[in-house]
């Protein structure tokens, strides 16, 4: 077993701060993973927040009202037969799905899947864009719609300059 803490989720691009409104859960409550843990208010969204893990709620850090900057601990969750597979990189909300693509990187010594927001999954799967072969300028390296977008033109302006050398 082991003791895993839920960090405050980015709920929107330019969003560095979220207030929780409301816990829907209590300390000691059994919860799944994807279950909503708690309610948490931005100046652009209202969403709930999804566990991160499977299993016993042992403390709420913030209490409803508290206003916690993206990246802080909210509550930490006991879970046991914690393996690599549970361990969270970045806590979603409003909504969205978080895809793993197969490439990893390094974090406290364990391999870490890069997961995507379904707008650059989407954008870069329309345009054919590969996003292994990206450098993400989000936070934590992310790689977010702007750095597809500049791909995507950098690589219609590469055969208009061929064109244009081979005349």
């Known amino acids: 077993m082991s003791i895993e803490k839920m960090a405050m989720p980015?709920?929107?691009?330019?969003?560095?701060?979220?207030?929780?409104?409301?816990?829907?859960v209590a300390e000691g409550d059994q919860v799944n993973k994807y279950d909503p843990i708690a309610e948490v208010t931005t100046d652009k969204v209202n969403a709930e927040?999804?566990?991160?893990?499977?299993?016993?709620?042992?403390?709420?850090?913030?209490?409803?009202?508290?206003?916690l900057a993206v990246g802080e601990a909210i509550c930490t969750i006991e879970v046991e037969g914690?393996?690599?597979?549970?361990?969270?990189l970045e806590n979603k909300g409003a909504g969205e799905a978080a895809v793993q693509s197969e490439s990893a990187a390094e974090a406290?010594?364990?391999?870490?899947?890069?997961?995507?927001?379904?707008?650059?999954l989407?954008?870069?799967?329309?345009?054919?864009?590969?996003?292994?072969?990206?450098?993400?300028?989000?936070?934590?390296?992310r790689i977010t719609r702007k750095d597809v977008l500049k791909a995507i033109?950098?690589?219609e302006k590469a055969p208009a300059q061929e064109q244009r050398g081979k005349k």
């Open 108 to 120: 406290d010594g364990r391999p870490m899947k890069k997961r995507y927001s379904p707008a650059v």
């Open 10 to 24: 980015q709920l929107g691009e330019s969003v560095t701060e979220g207030t929780i409104s409301q816990w829907l």
């Open 122 to 141: 989407r954008l870069s799967q329309e345009n054919g864009i590969d996003l292994g072969q990206l450098s993400g300028t989000g936070m934590g390296g």
């Open 153 to 155: 033109n950098e690589r």
């Open 82 to 88: 914690a393996g690599e597979s549970e361990r969270p």
């Open 49 to 67: 927040v999804p566990s991160s893990f499977s299993g016993t709620i042992r403390e709420l850090i913030a209490a409803e009202g508290d206003t």
